[in-house]
């Protein structure tokens, strides 16, 4: 069965550094998503992306963050300045359409802010 | 705002069955869905439910009444490796995705 795949599996980056998370989402799929969730907390919604754009983005999303799909099929997530609260697991997911289809999520890039 | 109210903590005897709730305020619904996610990995989806009624998949069930915002996870015969955090989350108006803080299950033999 296809998979979204993401590295690195683990990134540790000093604070302030920037960092880039790579995903490859299943091939025929449209919907990219970026999800965030620190230790023992719940998931949160940081960005939608469709048509090489983004359609929906969180409060969580500022500046600091953007995306992008550099080629036809690596979806970055790129954090400019990281800080320690950064500090989480990083889920992408992707969908081959919107509504009932559940997102299939790659297994995580666990980010840890030095 | 939006809110998704689950159990923090709930523990169950192997080959048991369990129910866990689950009650949104959201704006719109297009969805509810329940992710299991064991410790460090990535959330796997179980179910989804968009009309009222009850929704049967092997041994775990899930329930949606949408006039009450509630739903909940039915999970039956239950085993050791069952023991994970289940995930309530539902699609707003904007079809993004709210989640609940998950409910951990433990599971006893």
């Known amino acids: 069965e296809p998979e979204v795949t993401q590295t690195p599996s683990h990134q540790v980056t000093q604070m302030g550094q920037e960092v880039i998370l790579r995903c490859v989402p299943i091939?025929?799929?449209?919907?990219f998503y970026w999800y965030r969730q620190i230790l023992g907390q719940k998931v949160e919604f940081l960005v939608s992306f469709y048509n090489n754009e983004i359609s929906e983005k969180s409060e969580i999303f500022d500046d600091q963050f953007s995306v992008e799909r550099p080629d036809g099929s690596n979806f970055t997530l790129k954090i400019r300045s990281t800080k320690l609260e950064d500090s989480a697991m990083y889920f992408c997911a992707s969908n081959d359409r919107e509504g009932s289809q559940p997102q299939h999520f790659g297994d995580g890039t666990r980010l840890s802010i030095l | 705002g939006q809110n998704i109210d689950q159990p923090t903590e709930m523990t169950a005897t192997e080959g048991a069955i369990v129910q866990i709730n689950c009650t949104y305020q959201?704006?719109?619904?297009?969805?509810l869905f329940w992710y299991q996610q064991h410790a460090g990995e990535a959330p796997t989806f179980l179910s989804y439910?968009?009309l009222d009624g009850l929704e049967e998949k092997g041994r775990f069930s899930s329930f949606l009444s949408r006039s009450k915002g509630y739903s909940y996870l039915l999970l039956k015969e239950l085993q050791m490796k069952d023991s994970a955090s289940y995930l309530c989350?539902?699609?707003?108006?904007?079809?993004?995705?709210?989640w609940g803080a998950g409910t951990k299950l433990i599971i006893k033999p």
């Open positions: 959201t704006s719109g619904f297009n969805g």
């Open positions: 091939s025929n799929h449209l919907y």
């Open positions: 989350a539902v699609k707003d108006s904007n079809y993004q995705l709210i």
């Open positions: 439910n968009v």
